[in-house]
């Protein structure tokens, strides 16, 4: 069964940082990804992580200011953010990729994890 846990999120102030966790299992660790959805907008894709982390991948509107990595032994992959801006206000997912170069996912989501960047 697959199990996606998220956590880290909070209230910050434009500028800040957060740390987003994820716990994951049910699945072989492999491929997997950060996503976020605002209100009344689709979900997006904001970084993705290869199995042993050789290869990253980051939206435009994050390089430079978060970065992705994760812990295997934890089966647990990771989103440092700093810099934040009131636009990365949304609730963040992660989850297994199915594709790479196409960012797909398994249908399952997780609760995800609130993040509010006040101006």
């Known amino acids: 069964q697959v199990q996606l846990v998220e956590s880290g999120g909070g209230l910050v102030q434009a500028g800040g940082s957060l740390r987003l966790s994820c716990l994951a299992s049910?699945?072989?660790?492999?491929?997997m990804g950060w996503f976020r959805q605002a209100p009344g907008k689709e979900r997006e894709f904001v970084a993705i992580?290869?199995?042993?982390?050789?290869?990253?991948i980051y939206a435009d509107s994050v390089k430079g200011r978060f970065t992705i990595s994760r812990d295997n032994a934890k089966n647990t992959v990771y989103l440092q953010m700093n810099s934040l801006k009131p636009e990365d206000t949304a609730v963040y997912y992660c989850n297994f990729l199915t594709d790479w170069r196409t960012k797909k996912t398994y249908e399952y989501w997780g609760q995800g994890t609130q993040v509010t960047v006040s101006s």
């Open positions: 992580i290869s199995t042993y982390g050789a290869g990253i």
């Open positions: 049910g699945r072989t660790f492999s491929n």
